[in-house]
């Protein structure tokens, strides 16, 4: 069965620290990885990932995937307050239509 | 903002009865999608569209929910029968790069 694992589950840091989140997918038909940033309402859209070694990069957020080792990270340097929000990973299945998301890394930033 | 409207915002019914949810695409979307996320979980896919077609659905979506997007245009998701577990966010997203959410219908089933 497809499945997206995220870690660590919970994440407690203070402002200006640099955080890694870690996705790790397991599915068939693999093409691409998609990166959410979830606060109190839907999901938005923050990266998506399809080849090896690539980093995307907006602001203090990048993102690589790793296809051999089947998995992507999320890293935020300099966190801000903001930054606060659980961070979702998904990964397409069965030939990209749709996508599996993990349980999300739920990223807590305090002053 | 958004490329998708979902109607209503926040719905709470009694176990048993019907509802349905509505999506608008605010622009052409030719892949429309719907999702559902519970409390402490990623949304899970429940089924897509190309167009007025209905091209996949998930193996979550029991005989009780049923979809439909008439002239590839709005949406519309039915849950028949309420039960407890179906309280969540349903979710419209539209499909560019990525899958991008509306802001969904939180439903509460009492």
């Known amino acids: 069965e497809d499945k997206v694992v995220q870690s660590p589950l919970s994440l407690v840091v203070h402002e200006g620290d640099t955080v890694t989140l870690n996705c790790s997918y397991e599915?068939?038909?693999?093409?691409?990885l998609l990166w959410y940033k979830q606060e109190k309402k839907a999901p938005t859209f923050l990266f998506m990932l399809?080849?090896?070694?690539i980093e995307k990069k907006s602001g203090r957020l990048s993102s690589i995937l790793d296809k051999k080792e089947l998995f992507s990270i999320l890293n935020i340097t300099a966190t801000q307050t903001g930054d606060s929000a659980v961070y979702l990973c998904?990964?397409?299945?069965?030939?990209?239509?749709?996508?599996?998301f993990g349980p999300g890394t739920r990223l807590s930033v305090l002053p | 903002d958004t490329g998708v409207s979902q109607n209503p915002r926040h719905k709470i019914t009694k176990r048993g009865q019907n509802v349905t949810f509505r999506c608008d695409p605010i622009s052409e979307h030719n892949r429309l999608y719907w999702y559902r996320q519970t409390l402490g979980q990623g949304p899970e896919f429940l089924t897509y569209?190309?167009?007025?077609?209905?091209?996949?659905k998930s193996r979550l979506l029991s005989d009780r929910f049923s979809a439909e997007r008439p002239k590839g245009s709005f949406s519309t998701l039915e849950i028949q029968r309420t039960e407890q577990g179906d309280s969540a966010m349903y979710l419209c997203?539209?499909?560019?790069?990525?899958?991008?959410f509306g802001p969904g219908t939180r439903l509460t089933v009492t």
């Open positions: 998904a990964s397409s299945q069965g030939g990209g239509q749709n996508f599996v």
């Open positions: 997203a539209w499909r560019e790069q990525g899958i991008y």
């Open positions: 599915v068939t038909n693999f093409r691409s």
């Open positions: 569209f190309q167009n007025e077609a209905q091209l996949e």
């Open positions: 399809t080849s090896s070694g």
